[in-house]
C-alpha cells in the first residue's frame, strides 16, 4: 500500500510541476529571451525556435513514459524504475532549485527575470 500511495504522489507532484511550465510558460519565456538576446533572431525567428524547441522538449517529456515503461518490463521492475527514476527526478529539481537563486549582483523584479 506505501508503494502504491508512493507512485500516486510522484506521478501527481511531477503533474502539478510541469504542465503548466508546459502549456505556456515556456514558449513565452523563450520567445522573450530568444528576441531580447540575440540581435540575429527576428520576432518571426525567435518564435519558430520557440516552437521548435516546446515541441522537443514535450516529445522527451512524453518519451520517458515509454523509457520507463521498457526498462520495467525489461529489467528493472516496476518499483526500482519507480525509485530509480525519482532519483533522476529528485536530481534535476534540486538542480532547478540551486539555479535558481540570484546572485547578489543582479537587480530582479517581481517575475523573477533580471531587470535591464
Same mark, same amino acid.
Do not use: C
Given at each position: 500500500?506505501?508503494?502504491? $500511495? %508512493?507512485?500516486? !504522489?510522484? &506521478?501527481? *507532484?511531477?503533474?502539478?510541476?510541469?504542465?503548466? @511550465?508546459? /502549456?505556456?510558460?515556456?514558449? =513565452?519565456?523563450?520567445?522573450?529571451?530568444?528576441?531580447?538576446? $540575440? %540581435?540575429?533572431? !527576428?520576432? &518571426?525567428? *525567435?518564435?519558430?525556435?520557440?516552437?521548435?524547441? @516546446?515541441? /522537443?522538449?514535450?516529445?522527451? =517529456?512524453?518519451?520517458?513514459?515509454?523509457?520507463?515503461?521498457?526498462?520495467?518490463?525489461?529489467?528493472?521492475?516496476?518499483?526500482?524504475?519507480?525509485?530509480?527514476?525519482?532519483?533522476?527526478?529528485?536530481?534535476?529539481?534540486?538542480?532547478?532549485?540551486?539555479?535558481?537563486?540570484?546572485?547578489?549582483?543582479?537587480?530582479?523584479?517581481?517575475?523573477?527575470?533580471?531587470?535591464?
Amino acid at each position: 500500500m506505501a508503494q502504491v $500511495s %508512493s507512485t500516486i !504522489s510522484i &506521478d501527481l *507532484a511531477k503533474k502539478r510541476e510541469l504542465l503548466p @511550465f508546459v /502549456t505556456a510558460i515556456l514558449s =513565452l519565456y523563450l520567445k522573450r529571451i530568444l528576441t531580447e538576446n $540575440s %540581435s540575429s533572431l !527576428s520576432p &518571426d525567428d *525567435a518564435e519558430d525556435a520557440s516552437t521548435m524547441v @516546446f515541441h /522537443t522538449f514535450n516529445t522527451l =517529456l512524453y518519451g520517458a513514459a515509454l523509457l520507463g515503461a521498457y526498462l520495467a518490463d525489461s529489467y528493472l521492475g516496476k518499483f526500482r524504475t519507480i525509485f530509480y527514476m525519482s532519483l533522476v527526478y529528485l536530481l534535476g529539481q534540486s538542480v532547478l532549485a540551486v539555479g535558481a537563486v540570484p546572485s547578489g549582483e543582479e537587480r530582479w523584479d517581481i517575475a523573477g527575470l533580471p531587470q535591464q
